[in-house]
């Protein structure tokens, strides 16, 4: 079996525990200020506030995207091609009853 030369993979343990403390903080902070979903959804009744709602997102989502392909597109660890494997077509004979 071949084993795997890649490096140990980074935590992330404290990423998820100081992300969901800020996420905690944050609705406490919208509870705290009187900012329910239904108070909410009245800011939204612009189209450009809408619009911006959807496209913000979107756009962190695409940027995300890129800036991971061009950091493993820097850091060259691009997969390798394996070696083609040849056609099993070569060796095959018919079984029984077929042909």
Same mark, same amino acid.
């Given at each position: ?83 083609? =494997? =040849? ?13």
């Amino acid at each position: 079996m071949h084993k795997s030369t890649s490096p140990k993979r980074k935590s992330f343990r404290l990423y998820a525990i100081v992300s969901t403390a800020l996420v905690g903080v944050g609705a406490a902070a919208a509870l705290a200020a009187g900012i329910t979903p239904a108070t909410a959804s009245s800011l939204a009744q612009n189209a450009d506030t809408q619009v911006a709602v959807f496209m913000i997102p979107l756009t962190l989502l695409v940027l995300a995207l890129l800036f991971e392909v061009t950091r493993v597109a820097m850091r060259g660890a691009l997969p390798v091609d394996s070696t083609p =494997r =040849r056609a099993s077509r070569l060796n095959w004979t018919p079984g029984n009853g077929e042909g």
